[in-house]
């Protein structure tokens, strides 16, 4: 059996505990490897070596780490086949998925590369009489991301490539459900240049991120994961004086208004619902049906939710894979259950779905719900999985209710043909990520990403300009050079005469 071991100083580390994970492939069901989880001891060995990094890779003029940041980005896109394989074997998503996942972090990496640009600081000449004052941004030092399984190279590439192009140290503790990603992009990560001991992955469980938190050389922590374990990181790091952001689960609603076009509606949902086996914090889960379009938005969804083609992410035919783990699939059936019992009408039941050659794997056909009310569980919990539900709504405003008293505020969209109600729609959403028309309104790397409400807990989103600002600190000079006047001692504050 593969051991995946962990990356800290350019080179594959043991570390000191015996304890492992198990990794599966869910196209199969059959366990790929086994994963080191890290003890209290092998984290504190990554970050004081992180530190040691730190002060060169600080200093080394931001052009020269773009030059790196370039390079990465050329290995990227050599090894897109191989990484893109990585993340289908462990995570089970189907290969173009999977691809333009790789791509999105892609993307992250390009606007890094103008980290030169981007570090300007700001300079006012005379802020008083030969005074000088100028603000500029400097890195924090070692910096921790935690991820979560469902986006194995992008999610941790919304991080570390904007910490380590704004010049600190990283360690990232990836998901041990399907570690392989990030280990591979830490040896591309050296391939391109980049010194040792700057970029640092430690595989590991609740005792790997425990030791992050209590950590005192770790400035700052990103994470990405479920609600309460967000949370949690959120209070601890806090508590530990650390900066932080954490963003959390999702309940995307998806308004279609009557007057929308029905057939990019209905598709915008089917890719957005299902893509992904619904393993994703932007898919949309509820559809909010308004006015009288329930009944034909139902019947053109139930056909296609019941014609889904679920297999292996490698089949080339498929456009669902499997759930990641049989734990994951079993909470997912157990949610479908619970709608049936909650009194949701089951349009689409895919919980009994086989796939022959594939027993084992852990795949569910596609779900589909109507009449859900927003009592019910399965309106209110995030499932994770390739069920939607139909809840209907009288009118426009009902709709924005129902989107602005749930607890989650990740992303939203709406279908309509009205401008006026878009525009309504995006000014009054209690919600971070807003499409207009748009299914999975995720932002390009220049802009950032982030909930609002329970799925985000910090101040800050993640990349974009909202990456440079969490991962440097800023600083402002106020300076002058006295020309041959000396002034008296000054006992009052100083201000503009
Ligand atoms: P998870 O919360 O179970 O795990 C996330 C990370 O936390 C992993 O690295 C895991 O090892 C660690 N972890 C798990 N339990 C822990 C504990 N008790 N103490 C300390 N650390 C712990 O999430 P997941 O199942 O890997 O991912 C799915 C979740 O992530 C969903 O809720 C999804 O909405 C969310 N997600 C959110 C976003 C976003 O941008 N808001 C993006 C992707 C995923």
């Not at 991820?147 to 991080?159: K, L, S």
């Not at 749930?406 to 971070?432: L, P, Q």
Request: hydrophobic share 40%; with cysteine.
């Amino acid at each position: 059996m593969k051991t995946i071991q962990h990356f800290v100083d350019g080179k594959t580390f043991s570390g000191n505990s015996n304890r492992t994970g198990k990794v599966y492939n869910p196209a199969t069901g059959d366990q790929s490897a086994e994963v080191k989880l890290a003890s209290t001891k092998d984290v504190n060995d990554a970050v004081a070596n992180a530190k040691k990094s730190f002060e060169e890779w600080s200093n080394k003029p931001p052009l020269q780490r773009a030059r790196i940041m370039f390079k990465f980005k050329e290995l990227i896109e050599k090894y897109s086949d191989e990484l893109t394989k990585i993340i289908v074997a462990e995570h089970g998503k189907v290969y173009e998925d999977a691809k333009g996942s790789l791509k999105r972090g892609l993307e992250v990496v390009e606007y890094a590369c103008g980290i030169p640009q981007l570090l300007k600081g700001e300079f006012t000449e005379n802020v008083g009489a030969n005074v000088d004052s100028w603000s500029m941004r400097q890195p924090l030092g070692v910096c921790a991301g935690i991820t979560p399984f469902n986006f194995p190279a992008m999610v941790p590439m919304w991080m570390f490539p904007m910490a380590i192009a704004c010049g600190n140290s990283f360690i990232l503790k990836p998901s041990e459900k399907d570690p392989s990603c990030s280990i591979r992009l830490a040896e591309l990560l050296k391939d391109a240049g980049l010194p040792d001991g700057v970029f640092n992955v430690v595989n590991g469980d609740k005792e790997s991120v425990d030791a992050i938190i209590n950590n005192k050389d770790i400035q700052a922590v990103s994470f990405v994961g479920s609600t309460p374990i967000a949370k949690y990181i959120y209070e601890n790091c806090a508590k530990n004086e650390k900066r932080v952001q954490a963003l959390g689960g999702a309940k995307n609603h998806c308004v279609v208004m009557p007057d929308c076009d029905l057939d990019q509606a209905v598709n915008g949902l089917m890719g957005a619902a299902y893509g992904s086996a619904g393993e994703r914090c932007m898919a949309q889960s509820v559809a909010v049906a308004v006015g009288g379009v329930g009944d034909k938005l139902v019947e053109l969804l139930s056909k296609k939710v019941e014609a889904l083609k679920v297999g292996p992410g490698m089949d080339k035919e498929s456009e669902m894979g499997p759930l990641v783990t049989k734990e994951h699939l079993e909470k997912v059936k157990g949610y479908v259950d619970i709608g049936v019992k909650e009194g949701a009408k089951l349009i689409v039941d895919g919980r009994n779905f086989k796939i022959q050659g594939y027993e084992k794997g852990f795949y569910i056909g596609g779900c589909l719900f109507d009449y859900v009310t927003k009592d019910m569980r399965i309106y209110k919990e995030e499932i994770f999985g390739p069920v939607l539900s139909v809840v209907r709504a009288k009118n426009f405003d009902e709709a924005l209710e129902l989107v602005n008293n749930h607890e989650f505020g990740n992303g939203v969209s709406i279908f309509t043909r009205d401008g006026d109600t878009g525009r309504t729609f995006y000014n009054k959403a209690k919600i971070g990520m807003v499409g207009i028309n748009i299914p999975i309104p995720v932002p390009m790397a220049f802009h950032s990403f982030g909930g609002w409400k329970r799925s985000l807990f910090g101040d800050q989103h993640m990349h974009g300009p909202e990456g440079v600002r969490f991962y440097t600190k800023l600083k402002t000079i106020t300076s002058r050079w006295p020309s041959g006047l000396r002034s008296d001692p000054e006992f009052v504050m100083p201000t503009m005469k």
